[in-house]
């Protein structure tokens, strides 16, 4: 830990635990303590820890073959794309390395479609305050918050705030020079916030009527992690974008974005591209996950879990919460009167890891494959920790 301080940029307030290794939800420290795991690395490790099938995609694949350009053809990413495509109800993806390079890629592939049909005064984005999309200089300033807008000027431009579930500003701002809106259909890093159905349905309804694109930035929100293939489907509403990372692959990086029949052809060859992205180990492991999540069988145990989680929390009684929100496996717990930090410690001392959310909300995020057991066991240690700061 002292080397991290010594050669590793400063960027993390990082937890004073070195992880060592895992095993289904449960992590396990340096000196062999367990962890049960309510943040799978910030809503990544989709299936846990040790899944066999995945790891024997992940490691046959880089077996044969670990990388090639994206000059050439691979099966894993092709045989990806078809899932993804068909689980999403969408076109075409296009494969990167993480949420924000999808947001990066989404934000070029909506300005490139104003651009060709109406000419360049029409790049204008709308996003909403409280929204996160990324730490890219365009995705930042993509971020509806002002905070993450300083130091590294000068930011991107063409983008417009709109607050969250009011439709009047929304419209007062979707003026002619605008081209497309994004939306997290639950804004994870501002803190759990799920977006009202009718105000997004109103959203997607205008938007429709005048030409404007709809992205759902699904990075966190994706892949089962809110009980739907994608949290767009709570909505009733059809994006023409969707953006997607974290739990695609399960612990490996990977990114994407995705598209409908209108937009397929709009990005040409030479006109977007990367190295890494779609690299067949990634997209080896992350065919496992789909055909893991996508089943109803499956989206119903993850509402199922998250339910209970509430219902548990609830229970509980304590004068510290003050509001148990979100969907699925995606959930934040407001509280009231202590810094989430110290929760957080206090947790994780005991056992438990869990994240933040803007400012007062505790956020749970654990493996979609978490078992009762060790959803029981970390919620014994947070009733616990909540007890002794009430
Ligand atoms: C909704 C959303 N979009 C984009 C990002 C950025 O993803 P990444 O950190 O993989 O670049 C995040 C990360 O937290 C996110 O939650």
Redesign the pocket.
């Known amino acids: 830990m002292d080397k991290d301080k010594k050669y590793i940029m400063d960027t993390y307030a990082r937890h004073d635990v070195l992880f060592d290794s895992g095993l289904g939800s449960t992590l396990y420290d340096k000196d062999g303590k367990p962890y049960i795991d309510f943040t799978s690395g ?1 809503g990544v490790n989709s299936l846990g820890y040790g899944d066999k099938a995945w790891l024997a995609a992940i490691t046959g694949q880089a077996e044969k073959l670990q990388h090639i350009s994206n000059l050439y053809y691979t099966a894993p990413q092709i045989i990806l794309a078809e899932k993804l495509t068909e689980a999403a109800g969408m076109k075409k993806a296009f494969f990167c390395n ?4 999808a ?1 990066e890629g989404a934000i070029k592939l909506a300005r490139k479609y104003s651009f060709d049909k109406y000419g360049g005064n029409r790049a204008d984005i709308i996003t909403l305050k409280g929204s ?4 890219t200089i365009t ?1 930042l300033k993509a971020t509806g918050q002002e905070k993450f807008h300083n130091y590294f000027f000068p930011f991107t431009e063409g983008f417009v705030y709109a607050e969250a579930d009011n439709f009047e500003d929304f419209i007062s701002k979707a003026d002619n020079s605008v081209c497309a809106v994004i939306l ?1 259909g639950v804004q ?2 501002g803190g759990v916030c799920p977006l009202d159905i009718g105000y997004v349905q109103k959203v997607a309804s205008y938007c429709v009527s005048n030409d404007i694109l709809v992205i759902f ?1 699904e ?3 994706g892949v089962g992690r809110t009980g739907k293939n994608f949290c767009f489907e709570h909505f009733s509403v059809k994006p023409d974008i969707i ?1 997607v ?2 739990g695609l692959g399960a612990g490996l990086p990977i ?1 994407a974005f995705l598209c409908n029949e209108k937009l397929e052809d709009i990005l040409q060859p030479g006109q977007h591209g990367t190295t890494f992205g779609g690299n067949p180990v990634c997209t080896a492991g992350a065919v496992v996950v789909l055909d893991r999540v996508c089943n109803d069988a499956f989206l119903k145990s993850v509402t199922e879990k998250g339910r209970y989680i509430k219902e548990e929390v609830k229970s509980f009684n304590s004068p510290l919460v003050k509001d148990i929100r979100g969907k699925g496996l995606m959930i934040g717990i407001e509280i009231d009167g202590i810094a989430p930090k110290e929760i957080i410690g206090a947790c994780l001392e005991n056992g438990l890891a869990i994240l933040s959310a803007g400012s007062n909300v505790l956020r749970f995020l654990p493996p979609l494959v978490i078992s009762y057991e060790e959803i029981d066991k970390g919620l014994g240690i947070l009733k616990k920790v909540l007890g002794m700061h009430a």
């Open positions: 910030i993480s949420g924000a390079e947001n996160f999309h990324g730490r995705t997290e994870g890093e930035d990075v966190q929100t953006s990372a974290k990114g």
